[in-house]
């Protein structure tokens, strides 16, 4: 097996492992799955090693990609960037005030 055979394959499962953790939706999961094995197939034939360079390439970068913007999003969630937390502060607050005996006053909205 060639090294190009070799890393196309490596490409591939990581493809398709990335799309396994990150698209949550089953449907879609499998429609880009066989999106992925297509591609995949109709491309095993070419002969010019600068096009099945430039695919893999194409491939390793989408998974790349794939990864960073899921990895992008845990990160804005985990410093609670994308989330309303005034819902969250009063709750803790309240536990806080609890603690100690005291109950927060109800704030009027009209």
Request: charged share 30%; hydrophobic share 35%.
């Amino acid at each position: 097996m060639s090294s190009e055979a070799l890393r196309s394959a490596n490409v591939y499962r990581q493809l398709l492992k990335a799309v396994k953790k990150h698209i949550p939706n089953e449907d879609s999961r499998r429609r880009f799955k066989e999106y992925v094995t297509e591609e995949f197939r109709k491309n095993c034939t070419l002969s010019d090693p600068s096009s099945i360079l430039q695919k893999i390439r194409l491939a390793d970068d989408y998974t790349f990609l794939l990864n960073s913007v899921h990895h992008h999003k845990d990160l804005l969630f985990s410093y609670n960037i994308a989330v309303d937390r005034s819902e969250e502060m009063n709750r803790v607050l309240g536990k806080s005030a609890a603690s100690v005996g005291l109950q927060l006053p109800e704030v009027y909205q009209p």
